[in-house]
């Protein structure tokens, strides 16, 4: 029997009451958490309770013992790490996924979901400007969607190399040689490992972050030569799109071109960086990726959409349907050729994560999210141009996209400033190190950053560089 109404209303009405209060208080909280986990363990943990909890009692309990844990992530006054806030038509998306509750694998049981995602994968596609004859999913990240390019890739590869992969697996199988940038981002070393394919080859970068295409082209040269002729040698190569510290993009006309005179199959990880091939005055930085095989991005970042949802797109659809379907008695699939949505990603079972990024590209159009793109390098180059005039402050990349990496003199100095800032509360800014030094990075993501927040920051910034020279001069 299905449940009534009511028996929701109490629940849903707490829920949207406490996200309310969470979302209005952005503009005037501390950004970081007032507690700790390990505090916060004794009002969630302890026995099991016998007894239950009505429903809006346990979201009024979950929501007030929560709050003093949760980043203010939605606040335009987060600049950390490279993490988005989210549009309102893609919050209220969400929270109609989660009532339509639809395990939106199979286009014959969640038609509605299953249209969505396939309209919202064509309007990317268009977007973005990559092949429309490709296939798109909808992943947990960027960490799955770019293992989703690349487990594409390795089917292909082995396939070309006349190796039935699906059958004999990767044992005896021909050696896929992986070649990547110095500074690449870590997951694809991660997806590479999660697909048995080892240890890439390292390409040298630029003061950027850039591959040095030149060097790309020996490095594959390299290898053929290694493989002294004696059959097929599977080459892929990743390619980056928006270096994490510096915002760099890999000089994709001439490392595309590098590696398909050498065969290979060319990957583009763009977990933030991919979107800015939506800014026609932007078109530099992305010029040739289209070129690629596969992409992979996170629409949680730039686009702005609630967690979790990367994006993977593969232009051979067919590569990205045998490395991600399955085919067994009990699912019903369409029978009219299209992929069913699990065919794209490693899950069987998820939900219908495509949904907000519909709802996203809905409220904004074409000139909406081209417009949101720049406000975020509009901010990144307001910050960098305001922090870089403050005394004992130096901006380290060439700020081109959103990404602002600082230093405060020497690396004690500057791990002192980063701390001061989070201490702070009014912005949180993390720290990394990059080019042998520890660095303040800031990364400009949330669509809500606004120019009060930019000067908010560079106040916060001021102040903690003024603190640290008064406490240890």
């Given at each position: 029997?299905?449940?009534?109404?009511?028996?929701?209303?109490?629940?849903?009405?707490?829920?949207?009451?406490?996200?309310?209060?969470?979302?209005?208080?952005?503009?005037?909280?501390?950004?970081?958490?007032?507690?700790?986990?390990?505090?916060?363990?004794?009002?969630?943990?302890?026995?099991?309770?016998?007894?239950?909890?009505?429903?809006?009692?346990?979201?009024?309990?979950?929501?007030?013992?929560?709050?003093?844990?949760?980043?203010?992530?939605?606040?335009?006054?987060?600049?950390?790490?490279?993490?988005?806030?989210?549009?309102?038509?893609?919050?209220?998306?969400?929270?109609?996924?989660?009532?339509?509750?639809?395990?939106?694998?199979?286009?014959?049981?969640?038609?509605?979901?299953?249209?969505?995602?396939?309209?919202?994968?064509?309007?990317?596609?268009?977007?973005?400007?990559?092949?429309?004859?490709?296939?798109?999913?909808?992943?947990?990240?960027?960490?799955?969607?770019?293992?989703?390019?690349?487990?594409?890739?390795?089917?292909?590869?082995?396939?070309?190399?006349?190796?039935?992969?699906?059958?004999?697996?990767?044992?005896?199988?021909?050696?896929?040689?992986?070649?990547?940038?110095?500074?690449?981002?870590?997951?694809?070393?991660?997806?590479?490992?999660?697909?048995?394919?080892?240890?890439?080859?390292?390409?040298?970068?630029?003061?950027?972050?850039?591959?040095?295409?030149?060097?790309?082209?020996?490095?594959?040269?390299?290898?053929?030569?290694?493989?002294?002729?004696?059959?097929?040698?599977?080459?892929?190569?990743?390619?980056?799109?928006?270096?994490?510290?510096?915002?760099?993009?890999?000089?994709?006309?001439?490392?595309?071109?590098?590696?398909?005179?050498?065969?290979?199959?060319?990957?583009?990880?763009?977990?933030?960086?991919?979107?800015?091939?939506?800014?026609?005055?932007?078109?530099?930085?992305?010029?040739?990726?289209?070129?690629?095989?596969?992409?992979?991005?996170?629409?949680?970042?730039?686009?702005?959409?609630?967690?979790?949802?990367?994006?993977?797109?593969?232009?051979?659809?067919?590569?990205?349907?045998?490395?991600?379907?399955?085919?067994?008695?009990?699912?019903?699939?369409?029978?009219?050729?299209?992929?069913?949505?699990?065919?794209?990603?490693?899950?069987?079972?998820?939900?219908a994560r495509g949904v907000p990024v519909w709802a996203a590209l809905k409220s904004l159009g074409r000139d909406g999210v081209a417009n949101q793109v720049r406000g975020l390098v509009r901010c990144a180059a307001q910050l960098a141009e305001q922090?870089?005039?403050?005394?004992?402050?130096?901006?380290?990349?060439?700020?081109?996209?959103?990404?602002?990496?600082?230093?405060?003199?020497?690396d004690n100095t500057t791990r002192a400033v980063t701390a001061r800032i989070i201490g702070d509360g009014r912005v949180w800014m993390s720290g990394s190190r990059w080019q042998d030094r520890d660095i303040l990075r800031i990364s400009v993501s949330?669509?809500?950053?606004?120019?009060?927040?930019?000067?908010?920051?560079?106040?916060?910034?001021?102040?903690?560089?003024?603190?640290?020279?008064?406490?240890?001069?």
């Open positions: 029997m299905s449940a009534p109404e009511n028996r929701y209303s109490d629940a849903l009405e707490a829920a949207a009451r406490h996200a309310r209060r969470w979302l209005e208080s952005q503009e005037t909280r501390r950004v970081g958490p007032r507690a700790t986990a390990s505090g916060l363990a004794a009002d969630f943990g302890g026995p099991l309770p016998p007894g239950g909890m009505p429903a809006a009692e346990v979201v009024d309990y979950l929501a007030t013992k929560a709050e003093p844990g949760l980043m203010a992530m939605p606040s335009g006054r987060f600049f950390g790490w490279v993490i988005g806030g989210t549009l309102p038509a893609a919050l209220a998306a969400d929270w109609l996924v989660s009532a339509w509750d639809q395990n939106s694998g199979l286009r014959f049981a969640t038609p509605a979901t299953a249209a969505i995602e396939e309209a919202a994968g064509k309007w990317l596609l268009e977007l973005l400007g990559l092949p429309e004859e490709s296939g798109v999913g909808f992943a947990t990240g960027a960490t799955m969607a770019n293992f989703t390019g690349l487990a594409a890739a390795r089917w292909r590869l082995m396939s070309d190399a006349g190796w039935d992969l699906d059958g004999d697996g990767l044992s005896g199988a021909p050696r896929i040689r992986c070649f990547v940038g110095q500074e690449r981002h870590d997951t694809i070393d991660l997806g590479l490992r999660y697909l048995g394919l080892g240890r890439p080859t390292v390409v040298s970068a630029d003061r950027q972050g850039r591959m040095d295409a030149a060097e790309l082209d020996c490095a594959l040269d390299r290898a053929l030569a290694g493989a002294g002729g004696s059959g097929p040698v599977p080459l892929l190569v990743c390619l980056q799109a928006g270096n994490l510290h510096s915002g760099a993009f890999d000089p994709f006309l001439e490392a595309v071109a590098v590696a398909k005179s050498h065969g290979a199959w060319v990957h583009v990880d763009g977990a933030f960086g991919l979107w800015a091939a939506a800014v026609p005055e932007l078109a530099a930085l992305t010029a040739g990726m289209e070129g690629a095989d596969s992409w992979g991005t996170d629409a949680h970042k730039t686009l702005n959409v609630p967690y979790d949802c990367g994006i993977a797109v593969v232009r051979d659809s067919r590569a990205l349907r045998s490395a991600m379907g399955l085919h067994t008695s009990y699912l019903i699939q369409d029978t009219d050729g299209a992929a069913d949505p699990f065919e794209s990603v490693p899950e069987l079972s998820r939900r922090l870089s005039a403050l005394d004992g402050v130096e901006v380290l990349n060439d700020v081109d996209y959103t990404q602002v990496s600082l230093a405060f003199g020497d949330n669509w809500s950053t606004d120019d009060a927040d930019v000067a908010i920051a560079v106040d916060a910034v001021r102040d903690a560089v003024a603190a640290v020279a008064g406490h240890t001069g």
